[in-house]
């Protein structure tokens, strides 16, 4: 798999391991500009035909969100949380990606939990 440094650079055949996995993958640049949307992602977050590629997703946030972005950007952590939405259960993983080591923006993959999951420990 290849990441792109901007949308310019962007060829989606390079993502399509990711097109119809069973959750929402969303990559974004370090300027908040998407760079890609699997079919998921595109389901949940393209409103009326229009795609959010080529769109900047901060506005889609709230400040505290938007706080938090620009920490996992400047500070190279990953965010993680569950939400509720529409009756389901959600994982929300939020990480940088980077290139030759240097954060280049960040990625969310967002999955359904099941109502009952188990729950292994391996030590």
Same mark, same amino acid.
């Given at each position: *798999?290849?990441?792109?440094? $901007?949308?310019?650079? *962007?060829?989606?055949?390079?993502?399509?391991? /990711?097109?119809?996995?069973?959750?929402? +993958?969303? +990559?974004?640049?370090? !300027?908040?500009? +998407?760079?890609?949307?699997?079919?998921? $992602?595109?389901?949940?977050?393209?409103? /009326?035909?229009?795609?959010?590629?080529? @769109?900047?997703?901060? &506005?889609?946030?709230? !400040?505290? $969100?938007?706080?938090?972005?620009? %920490?996992? =950007? !400047?500070?190279?952590? &990953?965010?993680?949380?569950?939400? $509720?939405? @529409?009756?389901?259960?959600? =994982?929300?993983?939020?990480? &940088?990606?980077?290139?030759?080591?240097?954060?280049?923006? =960040?990625?969310?993959?967002?999955?359904?939990? &099941?109502?009952?999951?188990?729950?292994? %420990?391996?030590?």
């Amino acid at each position: *798999m290849r990441i792109f440094a $901007s949308k310019k650079d *962007m060829d989606t055949k390079e993502f399509d391991w /990711a097109e119809d996995i069973e959750g929402a +993958v969303t +990559v974004c640049d370090t !300027e908040g500009i +998407v760079i890609y949307m699997n079919k998921r $992602s595109r389901e949940t977050f393209n409103k /009326a035909g229009k795609t959010m590629v080529g @769109k900047s997703m901060i &506005p889609c946030h709230n !400040e505290r $969100s938007q706080a938090i972005i620009r %920490d996992m =950007l !400047e500070n190279n952590h &990953p965010h993680c949380y569950t939400i $509720s939405k @529409k009756g389901q259960r959600k =994982l929300i993983f939020q990480t &940088p990606w980077r290139q030759d080591g240097e954060v280049k923006g =960040l990625v969310e993959f967002s999955f359904v939990i &099941p109502d009952e999951m188990p729950h292994y %420990d391996r030590g």
